[in-house]
């Protein structure tokens, strides 16, 4: 499946097929497996050597299970779509609050990945909800990135591609600067003309993600919007908490 070709429908629909048996079995054998999903015994097992070499399924002897990587997305897919529906109405509440644009993002890989957006600016944003920015252009990212402290390499990761040693010091000091006060900003960074404020939700042992207000660069005003962005990211957090979605740190 690493071909364009391997990515068409017909392809897909048939992965699709053997996951879907391990719905209520742990383990299937290459026949079961062959059998319950219609699929030829050489097709199937193409197609679950690949799998095993992605890491989405486990080959135990003559069985196959769902590999624990699978079961990590679906928690990250419950743990995102939890802090969605925490966060929607307090960014409503934000937007309404400061009139300016309100994004919550998480990190994914080198980007911000924006899972909510609210709001609408005298500028246009190039965001939507699923798109990606580069993170260390914006606001989001790097409140995420400071309160990385649980993972190492991804600060690491970070900074590590910046062209010069100069310019990696510069971001770590920033970085350290974000993490001591709980707010990122950026002026025109990402877009000509705009600025965003930020702050993390959770802590550095702990953080899911991050929100954010954005708007024309005279009208975002970092001390004035700093107790706001941090009072929503916080209310966000203690929802999460309410609702058992978190364990707090400490």
Not at 61 to 90: C, K, M, N, T, V
Not at 151 to 159: E, N, T
Not at 193 to 200: D, K, L, S
């Amino acid at each position: 499946m690493r071909n364009s070709d391997d990515f068409s429908p017909a392809v897909i629909d048939r992965v699709a097929s053997l996951l879907d048996e391990f719905r209520d079995h742990d383990e299937l054998t290459l026949s079961q497996l062959s059998s319950r999903s219609g699929l030829p015994r050489s097709s199937a097992h193409r197609l679950l050597s690949q799998l095993v070499e992605f890491g989405w399924v486990s080959r135990r002897g003559q069985s196959y299970a769902l590999s624990r990587s699978l079961f990590e997305w679906g928690a990250l897919a419950r743990q995102r779509d939890s802090l969605q529906a925490a966060a929607h109405p307090i960014l409503h509440e934000l937007h309404l609050t400061t009139g300016l644009v309100v994004h919550l993002g998480v990190l994914d890989d080198g980007d911000v990945r924006y899972l909510d957006k609210v709001g609408h600016g005298p500028i246009d944003l190039p965001t939507r909800i699923g798109g990606r920015q580069p993170a260390l252009r914006t606001a989001l990212g790097k409140a995420i990135i400071a309160h990385s402290d649980n993972d190492p390499v991804r600060r690491r990761s970070a900074v590590s591609h910046l062209p010069s040693a100069r310019a990696e010091s510069r971001l770590r000091h920033e970085l350290a600067v974000v993490r001591q006060r709980h707010m990122a900003y950026e002026r025109e960074e990402s877009v000509r003309g705009v600025a965003c404020v930020a702050a993390p939700i959770g802590t550095a042992r702990a953080c899911l993600g991050a929100l954010s207000v954005s708007g024309p660069v005279e009208a975002v005003d970092a001390l004035t919007l700093a107790t706001p962005v941090r009072a929503a990211a916080h209310a966000v957090w203690q929802a999460l908490d309410h609702t058992g979605c978190v364990q707090r740190a400490g």
